[in-house]
């Protein structure tokens, strides 16, 4: 394969993608293990090596002796043709052994759209897509990350999920396998088993029955499987591994800097939002630490530049001393130190003028709503008069670029409400007008708006979708209001988000669709350079799935939900008193101010939240 390889590569792009080869890359004797796991990231290689959550695990599960542990990535279309065409099975960038010789298949799953890219990844590997069709123990495959909450449309392919943070439970699954494979264990029985490990889940053993009008009647646990499959956290990030010897890529990624990544979770609970409420319960890393572990991460991969990553960076609560301790480290050296994930209600000139000292950078600001109205009833808890302070602030101090995104569709949504997106950016310019530093150089507003995607485990989860038609009507809306020249206004694709929005509330009948839909050529849905809404109407017309019904039908209160077998910790109730809440446009003091009483706190044994 090596000699087909080399003619192969000179005629794709960013062949670097495909040699490994980088410095920090574990290679290990073969003779010298006893499980070998191909870590799969269903999208590119620029994509996957930017996730920090990739990097944790390929270190943790490297760390187990006996264990090796290697990365897949999907290949683009120029790299998957040429491959097909000289019969070379996707491999796995260390070794270069193809996918099908490991133990076990694990994907890493953070986004709807790259499903068709696991069906197609087993499929180049040579795999049988279908659980069923793989009956020996080699060659299982599951997968967790955040889209683990909803595993339905995916239930027919992968063998088993793990819900929540991975650092303790995947050794906790490895450990199992490598007693599995050495005492000579049939698939059933491993599966039986590791059914037992909290926080997995095994399609396998529960059955879904569906009522004469199509919805979902029950859910039944076979085999002494759990009725509700609790998420995993860890408990205390200090103690938590960082991947501060990591891999440094040949080639440009697409976040090529250091992630420090300063907590989980999100104190602000808005409703749109399936991240900030299934990373609950908040918890810090200490300053201390994440300054060691900063240092150790800049003098290994030599980068430039270090971000201070979470949902909402600005919220924590360390984050003065951390950053002056970091810049006495970063200036000296060149180093950029960036901020992402701000909030207009806390944002520091002072601070930002210390981060900035390297690189002057933009601003990125997320309002998500343009009324005072609808921004209360998605529980944004940010207010017009705070966004143009900041935009003051930030613009007095030289600043002359500046991101805003905001969605489209959202519950409660009205014309007004959309054409005050219009008008927010209307008296953003007015404020640069009256206090911008330099008027030289002119003011950059990159306007983005997303088409609202209702996703599990928020409080929307039972809202209906607009349709297509609606948002790009509203989108237009949108357009016509905008006068200023200085004003780059772009938005999602409706067809994506739809698409999106079915993928994330479906169930297992949504199964043959995409193995449908990859058998057409549908992958690389993400990207689109590749995405074909043709091919998935032809898939859903031939299985005979009415995608509508997953977008665009509103659930009912007590309906039971395709992924009501999960658990992330929040209670149902709260989620719908949050949507009752939404409906009278009442905010919900974020944590720090008063417990909302979501339930997270439970996974830390009934303990104070660390908010």
């Given at each position: 394969?090596?000699?087909?390889?080399?003619?192969?590569?000179?005629?794709?792009?960013?062949?670097?993608?495909?040699?490994?080869?980088?410095?920090?890359?574990?290679?290990?004797?073969?003779?010298?293990?006893?499980?070998?796991?191909?870590?799969?990231?269903?999208?590119?290689?620029?994509?996957?090596?930017?996730?920090?959550?990739?990097?944790?695990?390929?270190?943790?599960?490297?760390?187990?002796?006996?264990?090796?542990?290697?990365?897949?990535?999907a290949p683009w279309g120029d790299m998957e043709a040429a491959m097909r065409q000289h019969q070379i099975p996707l491999y796995a960038l260390e070794s270069r052994d193809p996918v099908k010789d490991f133990d076990l298949i694990a994907f890493s799953i953070g986004y709807e759209m790259s499903y068709t890219n696991i069906l197609n990844m087993l499929n180049l590997a040579g795999v049988p897509l279908l659980s069923r069709d793989r009956p020996g123990l080699q060659g299982l495959v599951f997968a967790g990350g955040v889209c683990a909450v909803n595993p339905e449309p995916l239930a027919d392919f992968i063998d088993f999920f793990s819900l929540g943070e991975g650092e303790e439970m995947t050794p906790e699954i490895?450990?199992?396998?490598?007693?599995?494979?050495?005492?000579?264990?049939?698939?059933?029985?491993?599966?039986?088993?590791?059914?037992?490990?909290?926080?997995?889940?095994?399609?396998?053993?529960?059955?879904?029955?569906?009522?004469?009008?199509?919805?979902?009647?029950?859910?039944?646990?076979?085999?002494?499987?759990?009725?509700?499959?609790?998420?995993?956290?860890?408990?205390?990030?200090?103690?938590?591994?960082?991947?501060?010897?990591?891999?440094?890529?040949?080639?440009?990624?697409?976040?090529?800097?250091?992630?420090?990544?300063?907590?989980?979770?999100?104190?602000?609970?808005?409703?749109?939002?399936?991240?900030?409420?299934?990373?609950?319960?908040?918890?810090?890393?200490?300053?201390?630490?994440?300054?060691?572990?900063?240092?150790?991460?800049?003098?290994?991969?030599?980068?430039?530049?270090?971000?201070?990553?979470?949902?909402?960076?600005?919220?924590?609560?360390?984050?003065?001393?951390?950053?002056?301790?970091?810049?006495?480290?970063?200036?000296?050296?060149?180093?950029?130190?960036?901020?992402?994930?701000?909030?207009?209600?806390?944002?520091?000139?002072?601070?930002?003028?210390?981060?900035?000292?390297?690189?002057?950078?933009?601003?990125?600001?997320?309002?998500?709503?343009?009324?005072?109205?609808?921004?209360?009833?998605?529980?944004?808890?940010?207010?017009?008069?705070?966004?143009?302070?900041?935009?003051?602030?930030?613009?007095?101090?030289?600043?002359?670029?500046?991101?805003?995104?905001?969605?489209?569709?959202?519950?409660?949504?009205?014309?007004?409400?959309?054409?005050?997106?219009?008008?927010?950016?209307?008296?953003?310019?007015?404020?640069?007008?009256?206090?911008?530093?330099?008027?030289?150089?002119?003011?950059?507003?990159?306007?983005?708006?997303?088409?609202?995607?209702?996703?599990?485990?928020?409080?929307?989860?039972?809202?209906?979708?607009?349709?297509?038609?609606?948002?790009?009507?509203?989108?237009?809306?949108?357009?016509?209001?905008?006068?200023?020249?200085?004003?780059?206004?772009?938005?999602?694709?409706?067809?994506?988000?739809?698409?999106?929005?079915?993928?994330?509330?479906?169930?297992?009948?949504?199964?043959?669709?995409?193995?449908?839909?990859?058998?057409?050529?549908?992958?690389?849905?993400?990207?689109?350079?590749?995405?074909?809404?043709?091919?998935?109407?032809?898939?859903?017309?031939?299985?005979?799935?009415?995608?509508?019904?997953?977008?665009?039908?509103?659930?009912?209160?007590?309906?039971?939900?395709?992924?009501?077998?999960?658990?992330?910790?929040?209670?149902?109730?709260?989620?719908?008193?949050?949507?009752?809440?939404?409906?009278?446009?009442?905010?919900?003091?974020?944590?720090?101010?008063?417990?909302?009483?979501?339930?997270?706190?439970?996974?830390?044994?009934?303990?104070?939240?660390?908010?």
């Amino acid at each position: 394969m090596t000699d087909q390889l080399h003619r192969i590569l000179p005629t794709v792009q960013k062949p670097a993608r495909y040699v490994g080869g980088e410095y920090g890359q574990i290679i290990k004797d073969k003779a010298k293990v006893d499980l070998r796991v191909a870590f799969c990231f269903p999208d590119t290689y620029e994509i996957g090596m930017s996730n920090i959550g990739m990097r944790i695990l390929y270190g943790i599960m490297n760390n187990m002796d006996g264990v090796w542990c290697e990365r897949v990535f999907a290949p683009w279309g120029d790299m998957e043709a040429a491959m097909r065409q000289h019969q070379i099975p996707l491999y796995a960038l260390e070794s270069r052994d193809p996918v099908k010789d490991f133990d076990l298949i694990a994907f890493s799953i953070g986004y709807e759209m790259s499903y068709t890219n696991i069906l197609n990844m087993l499929n180049l590997a040579g795999v049988p897509l279908l659980s069923r069709d793989r009956p020996g123990l080699q060659g299982l495959v599951f997968a967790g990350g955040v889209c683990a909450v909803n595993p339905e449309p995916l239930a027919d392919f992968i063998d088993f999920f793990s819900l929540g943070e991975g650092e303790e439970m995947t050794p906790e699954i490895l450990n199992l396998y490598r007693k599995a494979k050495g005492e000579g264990w049939d698939k059933p029985r491993f599966l039986h088993e590791v059914v037992k490990i909290p926080g997995v889940y095994v399609p396998s053993l529960y059955r879904h029955h569906y009522g004469a009008d199509g919805r979902l009647q029950s859910i039944e646990p076979l085999d002494g499987a759990p009725e509700r499959v609790v998420k995993r956290i860890v408990r205390d990030l200090d103690k938590a591994y960082y991947p501060a010897q990591t891999i440094v890529p040949n080639t440009e990624i697409v976040h090529d800097r250091t992630n420090l990544e300063v907590f989980r979770g999100c104190i602000r609970g808005c409703r749109f939002c399936q991240a900030g409420f299934c990373y609950r319960p908040v918890r810090e890393r200490s300053a201390e630490t994440l300054y060691h572990q900063a240092v150790e991460a800049l003098e290994t991969s030599g980068n430039h530049e270090i971000t201070l990553s979470s949902l909402s960076t600005s919220d924590y609560r360390q984050l003065a001393p951390l950053a002056d301790g970091l810049l006495s480290y970063c200036e000296s050296r060149h180093i950029n130190l960036s901020l992402p994930s701000l909030r207009a209600d806390n944002f520091s000139r002072e601070l930002m003028a210390k981060v900035q000292r390297v690189r002057k950078s933009g601003l990125t600001f997320a309002p998500e709503a343009g009324s005072q109205r609808l921004r209360d009833a998605i529980n944004k808890n940010v207010t017009e008069e705070e966004v143009l302070t900041t935009c003051a602030t930030a613009f007095s101090g030289g600043w002359n670029n500046v991101k805003l995104y905001f969605m489209l569709g959202l519950p409660t949504e009205t014309d007004e409400d959309v054409i005050a997106i219009a008008d927010l950016v209307w008296k953003i310019l007015k404020v640069w007008k009256e206090n911008a530093a330099n008027k030289k150089r002119g003011l950059s507003i990159n306007l983005s708006t997303a088409f609202f995607v209702p996703k599990p485990f928020t409080p929307f989860q039972w809202e209906a979708q607009i349709t297509p038609e609606e948002y790009m009507r509203r989108v237009h809306l949108l357009k016509e209001h905008l006068h200023s020249r200085a004003v780059d206004y772009r938005y999602h694709g409706s067809d994506l988000s739809f698409l999106e929005a079915v993928l994330a509330r479906g169930d297992r009948r949504l199964c043959p669709v995409l193995s449908y839909a990859v058998e057409h050529g549908a992958r690389l849905d993400g990207w689109d350079e590749y995405f074909r809404f043709d091919i998935w109407q032809e898939a859903f017309t031939a299985c005979g799935v009415d995608p509508a019904q997953y977008a665009q039908r509103a659930y009912e209160k007590d309906e039971l939900l395709p992924w009501s077998t999960m658990d992330v910790g929040i209670s149902k109730s709260y989620f719908w008193r949050e949507r009752e809440r939404a409906y009278e446009s009442k905010t919900t003091p974020d944590c720090r101010t008063a417990c909302g009483g979501c339930g997270a706190n439970r996974l830390e044994g009934g303990v104070t939240c660390d908010v």
